[in-house]
T-cell receptor, first 115, second 116 residues
Framework: QQQVRQSPQSLTVWEGETAILNCSYENSAFDYFPWYQQFPGEGPALLIAIRSVSDKKEDGRFTIFFNKREKKLSLHITDSQPGDSATYFCAASLIASSSFSKLVFGQGTSLSVVP | NAGVIQTPRHKVTGKGQEATLWCEPISGHSAVFWYRQTIVQGLEFLTYFRNQAPIDDSGMPKERFSAQMPNQSHSTLKIQSTQPQDSAVYLC??????????????FGPGTRLLVL
């Protein structure tokens, strides 16, 4: 059962363009959605996260748009740079609970930014 | 702050041998997680400790895999009688707290295990 799905599997954009990475989830109880960035040979690093009470979260060139009704979110990377080339993982969890809820990860989107 | 430390970074074992992977969480973090990452399965949760106590091991294969956290400064993941399908990157993560509206897991660089 794939609770978190990402698309596309891979994406190539030119330097300066906006990259759009998509994510959808099945469990309507999820309330916390982090995006992780992973470079080859390294562990994932938290890039930006959003709670389900918000519909948008912005941090510099990175913005999450969240649609609770459709259970979809997207990560927009504006003015993409070659250094942004990495794999991006969308994840989900139920954070506002006293019971443990694990982070469920999507399969990732491999982003290449061409100079 | 050195971040989450994992050793060794690479390990090669023969089929049937034992492998022990080590994790040192960020000082002061009460939550420790283990994940396994493969191309096919992606990032899979294995187990979770809170204040050194095992809380959830629902992702651990029932045979051959075990995890411990003997003190607040390190955790181990042990795989007995390793098989080629155990080949993966094993990631450890820690969090100051997890749940009750506290978030952010910090990942280590991982241990790449290759079983021949």
């Amino acid at each position: 059962q794939q609770q978190v799905r990402q698309s596309p599997q891979s994406l190539t954009v030119w330097e300066g363009e906006t990259a759009i990475l998509n994510c959808s989830y099945e469990n309507s109880a999820f309330d916390y959605f982090p995006w992780y960035q992973q470079f080859p040979g390294e562990g994932p690093a938290l890039l930006i996260a959003i709670r389900s009470v918000s519909d948008k979260k912005e941090d510099g060139r990175f913005t999450i748009f969240f649609n609770k009704r459709e259970k979809k979110l997207s990560l927009h990377i504006t003015d993409s740079q070659p250094g942004d080339s990495a794999t991006y993982f969308c994840a989900a969890s139920l954070i506002a609970s006293s019971s443990f809820s694990k982070l469920v990860f999507g399969q990732g989107t491999s982003l290449s930014v061409v100079p | 702050n050195a971040g989450v430390i994992q050793t060794p970074r690479h390990k090669v074992t023969g089929k049937g041998q034992e492998a022990t992977l080590w994790c040192e969480p960020i000082s002061g973090h009460s939550a420790v997680f283990w994940y396994r990452q493969t191309i096919v399965q992606g990032l899979e949760f294995l187990t979770y400790f809170r204040n050194q106590a095992p809380i959830d091991d629902s992702g651990m294969p029932k045979e051959r895999f075990s995890a411990q956290m003997p003190n607040q400064s390190h955790s181990t993941l042990k795989i007995q009688s390793t098989q080629p399908q155990d080949s993966a990157v094993y990631l450890c993560a820690s969090s100051l707290v997890w749940g009750l509206n506290q978030d952010t897991q910090y990942f280590g660089p991982g241990t790449r295990l290759l079983v021949l």
